[in-house]
T-cell receptor
């Protein structure tokens, strides 16, 4: 199992450009998440998808859109990148249910917006 | 959501036990205590979780006080590879927004030779 994979690993954008960050998991998990991490800070939730076909806003959704393409894939789109979106982006997935469960994280995408 | 308080940094000698404290005095009865760690530049890694009882797995032990207002993560024989930021998180089981992880700044553990 590859677990959670993210592409690209690094990206540099100019202000106003758009891009899509890709995430895929092979653990048959129902729930997927996108976080951002700024230097010296903890992770903050951007969007999440509790199950295929649903998406919800997290703590910091402004400037982002998401698509749950199927059960495996959850993409994050920046329509018009801004320097404030320079960050490391992590995707995660988890099982879903009434029992406690852990989240599995991908390796991250390091994005710089100039 | 219950908030957690952790010391910003701690040092530990290699081979010794690392004891990382976490205060969660406002924890609710249905909230679990989770620990994750983040090794430099990598995605966070799940370590352990518990509700009331002490828990142990191959990575660590989790000691939760009887009143559940605080907990301690114990790495029994710390190695240099355990140098990381450790996050203590409380949340309910199950899905929905209440089940989402809320990361604070964590404790930066430095294991020294």
């Amino acid at each position: 199992n590859a677990g959670v994979t993210q592409t690209p690993k690094f990206q540099v954008l100019k202000t106003g450009q758009s891009m899509t960050l890709q995430c895929a998991q092979d653990m048959n998990h129902n729930s997927m998440y996108w976080y951002r991490q700024d230097p010296g800070m903890g992770l903050r939730l951007i969007y999440y998808s509790a199950s295929e076909g649903t998406t919800d806003k997290g703590e910091v959704p402004n400037g982002y859109n998401v698509s749950r393409l199927n059960k495996r894939e959850f993409s994050l789109r920046l329509e018009s990148a801004a320097p404030s979106q320079t960050s490391v982006y992590f995707c995660a997935s988890s099982a879903q249910g009434t029992a406690p469960y852990e989240q599995y994280f991908g390796p991250g995408t390091r994005l710089t917006v100039t | 959501d219950a908030k957690t308080t952790q010391p910003p940094s701690m040092d530990c000698a290699e081979g010794r036990a690392a004891n990382l404290p976490c205060n969660h005095s406002t924890i609710s009865g249905n909230e679990y205590v989770y620990w994750y760690r983040q090794i430099h530049s990598q995605g966070p890694q799940y370590i352990i979780h518990g509700l009331k009882n002490n828990e142990t797995n191959e990575m660590a032990s989790l000691i939760i006080t009887e009143d559940r207002k605080s907990s301690t993560l114990i790495l029994p024989h710390a190695t240099l590879r355990d140098t990381a930021v450790y996050y203590c998180i409380v949340r309910v089981a199950g899905g929905g927004s209440q089940g989402n992880l809320i990361f604070g700044k964590g404790t930066k553990l430095s294991v020294k030779p």
